[in-house]
């Protein structure tokens, strides 16, 4: 099994089994949708999309699996870190890499790595392109705006 099969398996297993399914549906557009994302956000500039992906699998398990969203960021990256160390997937270097990026997510106001930007990134596009109709909030618009750009798209 390849190494985000592996963790999608691992996330699916604590997924399934919320009991609230209006969470549980949030739960995989969400972490999916970032995923896909940052895969395609990673491969146009060059970064790692296979640990992309991962990361955004990630980015908000926490919040999910321990139903706390409060400093979920902060919190979210050692909880990953101990998934992944607990699964055996990645390199001390590329867990470093992508609890990094989920450590840094929520700040979308300032410039991390160019990695910690894909997932940033990710995370904003999924937000506003979930509902097209609904203006992004405050603090994504500028990202949005410049990810309009990048991608070509209008409206």
Do not use: W
């Amino acid at each position: 099994m390849n190494r985000i099969e592996k963790l999608r398996e691992h996330i699916d297993s604590i997924l399934l089994v919320m009991t609230d399914t209006e969470d549980r549906r949030c739960a995989y557009l969400h972490l999916y949708s970032v995923s896909i994302l940052a895969a395609m956000i990673a491969m146009k500039r060059g970064e790692n999309a296979e640990l992309a992906t991962m990361a955004g699998m990630l980015h908000d398990f926490y919040t999910y699996a321990k139903s706390d969203s409060k400093d979920h960021a902060h919190k979210g990256s050692p909880f990953s870190k101990e998934v992944l160390n607990d699964l055996g997937i990645t390199t001390d270097e590329e867990t470093d890499l992508i609890c990094n990026a989920i450590y840094n997510h929520s700040d979308k106001g300032t410039i991390g790595s160019s990695f910690d930007e894909v997932l940033k990134d990710a995370d904003v596009l999924q937000h506003c392109l979930y509902n097209v109709t609904e203006p992004p909030m405050a603090h994504e618009i500028k990202r949005f705006e410049k990810l309009k750009k990048e991608f070509g798209l209008s409206q």
